[in-house]
Nanobody, 126 residues
Framework: DVQLVASGGGLVQAGGSLRLSCKTS????????IAWLRQAPGKEREAVSY????????YYADSGKGRFTISKDNAKNKVYLQMDSLEPQDTAVYYCATKSYVITSAWSRPDQYAYWGQGTQVTVSS
């Protein structure tokens, strides 16, 4: 079975950092594109960052540009999201999601992804 397990969330003060991890199993990780998305209370789920299967081409939503860094370790079947300079508006549940084929121009659409992890809570206090 395809499994994605996100971890690394927590409570941090504004300006702090967190590193999220997504451990995967049950599929050929090196052949899949993968993304981080988030959902804040009362808001729609939104994509934060995306990386293509080989881990060489990252994409970022405007909300995370310059602050977030996505990386993909095909040897460990893991994807990471390094989040720096966190702001209270980054507070959300963060999910990793994946699919073997993603329309690159539509990477930010949550409906592009077939498999999802359970999410990890990130809370940034002001």
């Amino acid at each position: 079975d395809v499994q994605l397990v996100a971890s690394g969330g927590g409570l941090v003060q504004a300006g702090g950092s967190l590193r999220l991890s997504c451990k995967t199993s049950g599929f050929d990780f090196a052949s899949y594109h993968i993304a981080w998305l988030r959902q804040a209370p009362g808001k729609e789920r939104e994509a934060v960052s995306y990386i293509r299967r080989r881990g060489t081409v990252p994409y970022y939503a405007d909300s995370g540009k310059g602050r977030f860094t996505i990386s993909k370790d095909n040897a460990k079947n893991k994807v990471y999201l390094q989040m720096d300079s966190l702001e209270p508006q980054d507070t959300a549940v963060y999910y990793c999601a994946t699919k073997s084929y993603v329309i690159t121009s539509a990477w930010s659409r949550p409906d592009q992804y077939a498999y999802w992890g359970q999410g990890t809570q990130v809370t940034v206090s002001s």
